[in-house]
């Protein structure tokens, strides 16, 4: 059975502060893992990663993929109380197209 | 509409009735997938349609949940019997082709709430 698995499941962290998210998988014919960022119902897509090794950024977030160790981290830089929301990590196989999604690490960063 | 749709954004309904939840996904997307999320928890997959293939239906958590899709347009999911703990947000993704490189788009969400 595919497995997605996140840690922390939660997170509370001071504004300034730097984290990093974990997303462990175990699926057969992966292809693609993705980040999303949930702060009420809707997830927003953030990155997908295919290829280990290389780095996807945007703004204070960055993350990696390594595919032979099976995971993939989210860092936040310079945390701010916006940040704060549910991070989720969904990964892909190269059958199909449905996304098998972790638990989530929710996020608190405080002012 | 730029978005993916759903309606109702809540419904409240009595244990044993029936509810339909509608989603409108992105013009043009061909893959149209259903999740579950009960409080506190993760995204659960409940089925996944692409274009005129046969659906995937392998989430679904019992026979009283059922999907349809006519063509790549509006889906509609459909609780028989509901009982407490189908209370959930179910959500709704299109997408064009994951395989592709494009990824997913979320609708709202519809909040269920079966009392």
């Known amino acids: 059975e595919d497995k997605v698995v996140q840690s922390p499941l939660s997170l509370v962290v001071h504004e300034g502060d730097t984290v990093t998210l974990n997303c462990s998988y175990e699926?057969?014919?992966?292809?693609?893992l993705l980040w999303y960022k949930q702060e009420k119902k809707a997830p927003t897509f953030l990155f997908m990663l295919?290829?280990?090794?290389i780095e996807k950024k945007s703004g204070r977030l960055s993350s990696i993929l390594d595919k032979k160790e099976l995971f993939s981290i989210l860092n936040i830089t310079a945390t701010q109380t916006g940040d704060s929301a549910i991070y989720l990590c969904?990964?892909?196989?190269?059958?199909?197209?449905?996304?098998?999604f972790g638990t989530g690490t929710r996020l608190a960063v405080r002012p | 509409g730029a978005g993916v749709s759903q309606s109702p954004s809540n419904k409240v309904t009595e244990k044993g009735k029936d509810v339909e939840l509608r989603c409108d996904p992105i013009?043009?997307?061909?893959?149209l997938y259903w999740y579950r999320q009960r409080l506190g928890q993760g995204l659960e997959f409940l089925i996944y349609?692409?274009?005129?293939?046969?659906?995937?239906k392998s989430g679904l958590p019992s026979d009283r949940f059922s999907a349809e899709r006519t063509g790549e347009s509006v889906s509609t999911l459909t609780i028989q019997r509901t009982q407490q703990e189908d209370s959930a947000v179910y959500l709704c993704?299109?997408?064009?082709?994951?395989?592709?490189?494009?990824?997913?788009?979320f609708g709202e969400g519809s909040w269920l709430t079966v009392v």
């Open positions: 993704a299109s997408s064009f082709l994951l395989h592709s490189g494009n990824t997913i788009y």
């Open positions: 699926v057969t014919n992966f292809r693609s």
């Open positions: 295919t290829s280990s090794g």
């Open positions: 969904a990964v892909k196989k190269s059958s199909g197209d449905k996304l098998t």
């Open positions: 013009s043009g997307h061909t893959a």
């Open positions: 349609f692409q274009g005129n293939s046969a659906p995937d």
